[in-house]
């Protein structure tokens, strides 16, 4: 089976001008979501079974963004409990992505101003790697100068596989990529994906509710939980 980082992908070309008018009614109910807390959305734009064959996508299927903040379906978003803002996609990936960069904060390191970044254009990216990714605003960078495989103690990684786990495996990490890059963080599905919706409905539900959510202290070294890490591991070393 292939790795992520082998899907080939087609260059970006000429969109329609009927595919233009429907990515911009998909943005238009996108930009419609509310939220339960700050910068956590409540609800997501249904998502369509399939991505249309002329609209250019990252990696991982999602249509790419040309800019956020304007006729865009990425926005600059807060990340609550952190100080931090980032532009990502609104709805299901800023969900699961905001919830994985919060308990990074909590638990793995500290995040100081500069180690995150988000949507960045295709054009500063390989179209064929999972760094695309961040061009669908569906991936981010958690301290982008430490992508070199190693960058994190015995202990941290731990934690970053529990997150991982956490996210019933919807989410991958460029640590285990075959270019490896220990900063990435992306959704390993596409936008027609019920395990996405399912997980960021569930995490959702969690940051609403009193004594769940990221920041609710954890043990990643129990027996459950390291046990269930680790198949996820293997399970995405393998794919």
Wanted: hydrophobic fraction near 35%.
């Amino acid at each position: 089976m292939k790795g992520h980082e082998d899907v080939q992908h087609d260059n970006i070309r000429g969109v329609s001008r009927r595919t233009v008018l429907t990515h911009a009614g998909v943005i238009a109910a996108a930009v419609t979501v509310t939220s339960v807390v700050p910068g956590v959305a409540t609800a997501a734009p249904k998502a369509p079974e399939t991505t249309p064959a002329d609209v250019p996508t990252s990696a991982n299927g999602w249509p790419l963004e040309k800019e956020a903040n304007h006729v865009s379906t990425v926005w600059t978003r807060p990340v609550p409990g952190t100080g931090h803002k980032l532009d990502i996609r609104i709805g299901d990936a800023e969900a699961i992505l905001l919830h994985v960069i919060r308990r990074y904060h909590y638990e793995v390191e500290q995040l100081n101003p500069g180690d995150l970044a988000g949507w960045q254009r295709i054009g500063t990216l390989d179209e064929k790697l999972p760094e695309s990714n961040l061009a669908s605003g569906t991936a981010v960078r958690i301290r982008p100068g430490a992508a070199a495989e190693g960058s994190l103690f015995p202990l941290q990684e731990i934690t970053v596989r529990d997150i991982l786990a956490d996210c019933e495996g919807v989410v991958r990490w460029g640590g285990d990529d075959k270019k490896v890059d220990e900063s990435l963080f992306y959704l390993g599905h596409g936008p027609d994906s019920t395990e996405v919706r399912d997980v960021a409905r569930r995490l959702r539900t969690g940051e609403a509710t009193p004594g769940r959510g990221a920041g609710v202290a954890v043990d990643p070294l129990s027996r459950t939980r390291r046990d269930r890490a680790q198949r996820l591991a293997r399970q995405q070393a393998g794919s």
